[in-house]
């Protein structure tokens, strides 16, 4: 089976403070594909990352880093310095090499940034 | 500009009525995916189309029906078989000439039964 687990619900900080989002993922597939979308108010996923099995290298894209680590089999997302545009809803998603057409998505973790 | 148009944006339906929603890309991508949103259940699978004329049920497709005549759209039906259908529907593309491409996705369609 496949699951994608984000338990933090909701978080709330305050702005310039760094926030970590969790992702843990079950699969028993060898090949796999990991995702990071955000979802702002108006509603439409945006893409953030996309990470493969076979890369554990962390990523840092400005103020945004991702944390892969497969003895965990997590996945986790770090906003340095968050602003409140970053208030939105984070979705973890995986993909498997068994069934590429599906996305198996987190419940998502709500994060409120105030000013 | 490229992208995904989901309408409408708000949709109310009487009980017992089937509604349609629309989802229309120009990104000229193979695969196009249907997602029901509700709080606290992340996104599930509807129904997905990999080519024209071809479609596969997702991991809840009771209640739902769709069309893919066309390339460019893939409208899902929300039958009055569909028990609870007021949630937050999405709609989702994605290219096929690569592995494990990323979906890109439309702004959503409420909707709500009255």
């Known amino acids: 089976a496949q699951k994608v687990t984000q338990a933090q619900t909701e978080i709330s900080v305050v702005e310039k403070e760094d926030v970590t989002l969790d992702c843990v993922y079950e699969t028993r597939d060898t090949t796999y594909y990991l995702f990071w979308y955000k979802q702002p108010p108006s509603g439409e996923l945006v893409f953030l990352i996309r990470?493969?099995?076979?890369?554990?290298q962390n990523e840092i894209s400005g103020r945004y880093s991702w944390n892969f680590q497969k003895s965990t089999s997590s996945f986790n997302f770090t906003i340095t310095a968050s602003q409140v545009v970053d208030s939105a809803v984070y979705f973890c998603a995986l993909s498997s090499s068994y069934n590429t057409d599906k996305l198996i998505f987190g419940t998502g973790t709500r994060l409120q940034v105030f000013p | 500009d490229g992208g995904i148009t989901q309408s409408p944006k708000y949709l109310f339906r009487k009980e017992g009525q089937n509604v349609t929603l629309s989802c229309e890309q120009n990104?000229?991508?193979?695969?196009m995916y249907w997602y029901r949103q509700d709080p606290g259940q992340g996104l599930r699978l509807i129904y997905y189309?990999?080519?024209?004329?071809?479609?596969q049920k997702g991991d809840i497709a009771e209640g739902y029906s769709v069309s893919r005549e066309k390339k460019e759209s893939f409208p899902l039906t929300v039958t009055s078989a569909q028990k609870n259908p007021t949630a937050f529907y999405l709609c989702?593309?994605?290219?096929?000439?690569?592995?494990?491409?990323?979906?890109?996705f439309g702004q959503g369609t409420r909707l709500t039964v009255v």
């Open positions: 990104l000229n991508h193979d695969a």
């Open positions: 989702a593309s994605r290219n096929l000439d690569r592995q494990y491409t990323e979906a890109f």
């Open positions: 990470r493969n099995s076979f890369d554990e």
């Open positions: 189309s990999q080519i024209v004329n071809d479609f």
